[in-house]
């Protein structure tokens, strides 16, 4: 199964200007309005550059930030409205959480292969921890609007599932779950996944979020015999396939790079044990 | 500072002529961060820069090291890719054709052994397309070969000299930064034949994860880039200049034309972008523009009249 979106766009360098940048529960949600960005794939990111753009050159933090576009939609006029949920982490992320309309951040995007949607007669199975679920909103936007789609969301506590209020205005069925059981079922997202596996109805799992829920997630597909999608993160410079610093490991030998041959891979190809 | 009337930006010739190379403006991208030029298509033009320097070229293709193999620094970023490259074949075959007859490429070479280096310059010595090489004697996160050849200066200059019995095009030598003195570095290269030199690579550096405890790299050491050593870099391009006749294209950390004006002040005849074209996949285009306006608002009509034009008070 091939994980080239349909609609890919080249890719530009560009400026978005800030048009909100605010905290929802544990996240910041950014809406940047691009005018150059025609469209964006489900799962696709882009790199943002934190700090207010031509201003003084600014060398610390000096690369710019994969992000996955949250939502995008098209915007009055021309362009893009690109939304970017982050949660605050280090210094880049702190910068960007500073960054005030209207403001502009240099942009670089759309990048990466994202998700192809669901084969005909094939439910989708979308299932995100933590900040992955960042990556997923897309997709299960787009798959729900044709075809079965079930969602399940897993995260630590109730804060870090405000945004799953996106996801309930889907048409789509929407579980939940936390680990301190403040919202949804206590426990693991996998645990809902384990439930929704006892089928023998088609399914296509698409995971994104930590590496051990993903890693489980692609077990747990493998064995019920069903397709795994995974979204990998991974530190990058530029997010165009020239730093070579996301080589992801392949079982089949070799590497992957996250930016330009994923973020998204076929689970079955991905080498756990070696990834950063 | 002397005075000069500024020029119409129009009327600056920006040619220069590296060791033999002749290239439209001093920018050229520099090994390991510019891909094999491809990748940039979407961002810029090629034909606006002077030239392109190709990722690292072996003989045989190479996978790299395991994750993880960037960290981010102050200023700067650490690497341990581990020369992971295509192999000097599919160079030839799938990456020369895609790029336009009009840029100027020169070829990166790398081997874990002399006769390798000697080995891929002779495949490319009748490729049209290769302007010259230049040899990696320096990379220093790659445990076979590079740091060897680049810190000594006996082996650097057989090195040297056996890459140019295979090889008839210009001939640049990378040079490592890390060594007691970048003059005698320079001085050896000159005295095998090298038509130019290229510095600095990378800095031997490490950082580490306080938490786990543990390196950021997976390979430990790494190669530190980026505005942290423009300094550093700036410094042996200027002790290099006075100890060789050769020309000089300077390295480190360059993110605006103004970087790039002082190396060419320090005595580098041209300049190479490198992990500045990570943040902006445009920079060097937009630093070979700035560096012809800059020319121009100072009265040069000619950018290599820059090439060590700084002025030393005396003591």
């Known amino acids: 199964m091939s994980a080239r979106p349909a609609e890919a766009a080249p890719p530009i360098r560009t400026r978005g200007i800030v048009r909100e940048n605010r905290p929802e529960g544990s996240y910041w949600r950014l809406t940047l309005s691009v005018a150059d960005f025609t469209r964006f794939a489900p799962g696709q990111f882009v790199m943002l550059s934190p700090g207010a753009e031509l201003a ?17 939609r098209a915007a009055e006029g021309a362009g893009c409205e690109v939304e970017v949920l982050y949660k605050v982490t280090g210094r880049g992320t702190a910068l960007l959480s500073s960054a005030r309309p209207p403001e502009a951040v240099a942009v670089v995007g759309p990048l990466g292969r994202g998700f192809p949607l669901p084969p005909p007669g094939t439910r989708g199975l979308v299932v995100g921890g933590g900040t992955g679920i960042a990556s997923l909103y897309e997709l299960a936007a787009r798959a729900s609007a044709r075809g079965d789609v079930r969602v399940l969301l897993g995260a630590r506590s109730a804060r ?78 530029c997010g165009f396939g020239v730093c070579l610093g996301c080589a992801a490991p392949l079982r089949e030998g070799g590497f992957a790079l996250v930016c330009r041959d994923g973020p998204v891979f076929e689970a079955a190809r991905v080498e756990w044990e070696n990834l950063a | 500072m002397s005075a000069r009337a500024p020029l119409a930006p129009d009327r600056v010739d920006a040619r220069v002529n590296l060791g033999g190379i002749a290239l439209r403006n001093p920018v050229l991208t520099a090994s390991g961060t510019f891909g094999y030029g491809t990748e940039f298509a979407p ?70 052994e002399m006769e390798h280096y000697a080995q891929v310059c002779a495949r490319l010595e009748g490729e049209p397309r290769v302007a010259g090489f230049e040899i990696n004697a320096s990379c220093p996160h ?13 082996v650097l200059a057989e090195l040297v000299r056996t890459v140019r019995r295979a090889a008839r095009k210009p001939l640049l030598v990378k040079l490592s930064p890390n060594v007691t003195s970048i003059a005698e570095m320079a001085r050896v290269c000159e005295g095998e034949g090298a038509d130019g030199l290229s510095l600095v690579n990378t800095l031997q550096a490490l950082d580490v994860d306080v938490e786990t405890r543990r390196p950021l790299l997976r390979n430990v050491l790494g190669g530190l ?13 200027f002790q290099a200049s006075h100890a060789v006749k050769i020309p000089i294209c300077g390295i480190g950390g360059i993110e605006t034309a103004e970087d790039a004006i002082k190396f060419l ?12 074209n990570y943040r902006n996949p445009a920079v060097a285009g937009e630093i070979a523009d700035g560096i012809r306006a800059h020319a121009a608002r100072h009265g040069f009509a000619r950018v290599a009249d820059l090439v060590g034009a700084l002025e030393v008070p005396g003591v």
Do not use: W
Not at chain 1, 61 to 70: D, I, K, N, Q, S
Not at chain 1, 230 to 237: D, I, K, Q, R, Y
Not at chain 2, 225 to 237: D, E, F, K, T, Y
């Open chain 1, 56 to 72: 003084a050159p600014r060398t610390d933090p000096l690369l710019p930030r994969p992000m996955a576009v949250y939502r995008a």
């Open chain 1, 160 to 237: 870090d599932l405000e945004i799953a209020r996106d996801f309930a205005a889907l048409p789509l069925r929407l579980r939940l779950a936390t680990e301190d059981g403040s919202r949804g079922r206590t426990g693991l997202v996998t645990e809902l996944l384990a439930e929704e596996l006892a089928t023998s109805d088609p399914l296509l799992v698409y995971a994104c979020g930590p590496t051990p829920m993903m890693r489980r997630a692609a077990e747990m597909a493998a064995a019920a015999g069903q397709g795994c999608l995974v979204s990998l993160e991974n530190p990058m410079a």
């Open chain 2, 43 to 112: 961002f810029l033009d090629l034909r606006r820069l002077g030239g392109i320097v190709s990722k690292s070229l072996t003989v045989a293709p190479r996978t790299g090291n395991l994750p993880a193999r960037i960290a981010e620094t102050a200023s700067g970023m650490l690497n341990a890719i581990g020369l992971e490259n295509v192999g000097v074949e599919a160079f030839v075959r799938e990456k020369l054709p895609a790029l336009h007859p009009d840029v100027v490429v020169v070829a990166s070479v790398f081997g874990t």
């Open chain 2, 142 to 154: 790659v445990k076979s070969g590079g740091i060897e050849f680049g810190q000594r200066a006996d």
């Open chain 2, 225 to 237: 880039s980026g505005p942290a050593i423009r300094p550093v870099a700036l410094r042996m391009v």
């Open chain 2, 265 to 276: 002040l320090c005595g580098a005849t041209a300049v190479q972008v490198g992990t500045a």
